[in-house]
Structures are given as C-alpha cells and as structure tokens.
C-alpha cells in the first residue's frame, strides 16, 4: 500500500472477480465520517459499473469493522443557518440531513451487484447501517453487533433489523442497545454466518468466488427481486421513516444532556455515563 492509499479513508481493489471494499480509518474505529460515507458511496458504484467485477465485499482495516458515526462533530453546539444553507438546529433540517446520509448508503440496497459485509470486531451503530444494507453478512462468532446510541442519543437513521429478525428481536435489541455476539446474531437472522476469526477472510473469498462464477446479469436479476419484494414490504419507505424519526429522536433531552457532556467533559465520558447504568451489554440465547 502507498502512501496516498494509507490516507484514503476507503481503499478500493479489484482481484478475481470480486471489487474488496476496505474501511479505513483503523485510529478511529472506522467511524463514519461525511468523507468515507461520500468516498463508499462513489467507490460502490464504480464497482457496480466495472463489468469485471461480479460482486462486492465490504471489510474494514484494524480490530474493529465499524464503531458508528464520527461524533466529533458533537463537540460543537448544532449549528443554524450559515451562508443561506441548512443547519441542524430545526427538525426538517436535521430530517433532511439524515436523509441526504441514508442515500449515500442505499447505495449498497440500490446497485444491482451484490455486495458481502465481512464484519469482525465491533459492529456498532451506523456499522449496523451499513453492514445490514448489504446483501449478505457473514460475521467473525466473537463480532459484536449492536446500536447504544438509542439508549440516548436517537433512533436509527437506516433500518433493516425488523426484516432480518423480526419485531421482537428488533424491539428487544433496539429498545436497549444491547449488544449480541456475532455467533448468536447468525442465529437469529442478522448476519448469515457466523465462523471463527481466523476463518473468516477464507470464508468470505470463497463465497465471492462462487458468485464470481455467475453471469453479472443473472446476479443483477436475482438481487433486484429479492430487494423488490422488500421494498413491497415497505423497506424503502421505512428507511425513509427511520431518517425522519432519527431526527425526532435528536430532540429527546436525553441527546441535549449526552452532548453537553460531550462538550464539556468529552466524548468518552459521554459514553461512560450513557453505558454504565446498563452494565454487561451483552444478550445471551
């Protein structure tokens, strides 16, 4: 890897069919800023447009796949209306906002190729986002998937929990935040695998390859239904909805209070006190 690549928050290569999608800001966990989100989005559909590419895996560099969003910008009080341009202060601004990032990510639910999330380590919050628009998600068994941010902070800003798992594994997870391994996460529909971490690269490759295998047509044709018949059962216009409610849920004096303390005290504090109540985060089957 060059020097130019090392700084890229998202690296791209094509090899044996298959386009490997790197996440890359390791020192942040991967967190989520507007340039990786923009960088991905870009870089999902010149893949999607490469006719030598037959399928997509997204990964991430460091211990962890995706801690969240970058919440560095917390440490600021919302901005209003600067230069005649939306803030965040109002709900419509902040609805918009949420929904202009949500496009950013449908791409991975939009692009006729299908794409693999390869997750290990953490997978948290807006890592859920993402990993959960993909088409297929095979997990390392020790993975940790989860979304703490709803015990203060909002609701989620993309959702596709209710149609992997269902209502009461959804209302349970989210209601909470609690966390669930990667192993019992393949067992109750959020990921389709869960294999040991050191087998987890083979295990990917060797699905790619496979799909590699296929006529790029009939890959376009056989996702497309299958996200149609989601989309008939309202997953587009739920996504739409989560976007909105998102920004409802920035109004909860619980996110005033979480980004005040950020402010004043910092983020890991802000967290400390938002997780500590909670105690060990983890569901057990």
């Known amino acids: 890897m060059n020097m ?6 998202v690296l791209y290569e094509v090899r044996d069919g298959t386009a490997w999608i790197t996440l890359n800001r390791p020192e942040k966990r991967n967190a989520l800023s507007e340039p990786l ?12 447009e490469d006719n030598r590419v037959h399928a997509v895996v997204l990964k991430a560099a460091g211990p962890d796949f995706c801690s969240g969003y970058d919440l560095q910008k917390y440490d600021q009080p919302i901005p209003g209306h600067i230069d005649h341009k939306r803030g965040r202060a109002k709900f419509d601004d902040d609805t918009w906002h949420q929904e202009r990032a949500q496009r950013l990510r449908m791409a991975l639910f939009d692009m ?15 890592g859920t ?14 993975a940790l ?4 941010p709803a015990r203060s902070q909002g609701s989620l800003p ?20 609690d966390s669930i391994r990667g192993d019992d996460a393949a067992h109750i529909g959020l990921a389709l695998k869960a294999v040991p971490a050191n087998q987890l690269d083979a295990e990917v490759a060797a699905l790619a390859k496979r799909l590699a295998q296929i006529d790029t047509d009939l890959l376009s044709a056989n996702k497309r239904i299958v996200n149609v018949g989601l989309e008939l059962m309202g997953a587009r216009t739920l996504q739409r909805m989560a976007a909105e409610m998102d920004a409802r849920g920035h109004l909860a004096a619980s996110r ?19 997780d500590e109540p909670f105690g060990d985060p983890m569901v057990k089957l």
């Open 4 to 9: 130019e690549d090392a700084a890229q928050p």
């Open 37 to 48: 989100q923009e960088r991905l989005h870009d870089l999902l559909w010149e893949a999607d």
């Open 112 to 126: 006729h190729k299908p794409v693999i999330a390869q997750v290990h380590g953490r997978c948290l919050a807006g």
């Open 129 to 142: 986002d993402l990993a959960l628009l993909c088409d297929i998600v095979i997990c390392a068994d020790d």
């Open 145 to 148: 998937f989860g979304f703490p």
């Open 158 to 177: 993309s959702h596709m929990w209710l149609y992997l798992v269902g209502p009461q594994w959804a209302k349970r997870l989210l209601l909470t935040g």
């Open 256 to 274: 005033t209070q979480f980004n005040d303390t950020v402010r004043t005290q910092g983020l890991k504090e802000a967290v400390r006190q938002r």
